[in-house]
């Protein structure tokens, strides 16, 4: 199978994680990727995003440690703006799907996560159908990349850190950004964009590294 990446965010903890995907990137498929992220890699503070303009990405490694995987076909980067934190969230979601397509348009399905996702355990990730969904059944975060550093939770809405989704569905996640919907929480938005199509849970045991860490 031939499968889609679309990596978006900021790239806060993606060194540290990225050696871990290989508990859900199955060694039969071939991967491609599409990242739309920030010069900046960004760090998280009490939940709150921020940034230090001196930090600048190391593209080179960043492309360098994805082709471990598969292809890096495009990744796309720009400064942090002044528009609303999750109106950002969401272009980038966009830009990096619009990238896929543009590319491609027959992927047997698409991974969409965010750059900081741990995964402690080998997951084998359910096949969605061209119009599902399939969501993260438990919000998760750690310190470390480390099992005994995790910690979950539930939540209200639909996690947005990671998804596994057919092209139909990937195109309802990437529209989001044309919503006007940004002054709520993102799983709030991605529940709405969702309420009435055909999604489902499955546990990814997926945490994200960067909580409350620069």
Known sequence: MRVAVQISGFLRGFHQCLPFWSNFLDSSCSYDFFVSTYDVYGYNNKTMWDFDHEDKVDLDRVANELREYGSLIDIQTRMPSDEPRYKQMFD????????????FTDYSYIIRLRPDIFTPKKVTLVVPENNEAIFPERW???????????????GFGLCDQMAVCGQDAMQTYADIC????????PEASILNAFTGKLWSHQDFNQCVLSRNKK
């Open 178 to 185: 044309n919503l006007d919907s940004h002054s709520q929480s």
């Open 92 to 103: 980038r979601v966009s830009e990096a799907h619009q990238s896929c397509k543009d590319h």
């Open 140 to 154: 998760g975060f750690c310190e470390e990349t480390t099992e005994e550093s995790c910690r979950w939770t539930g």
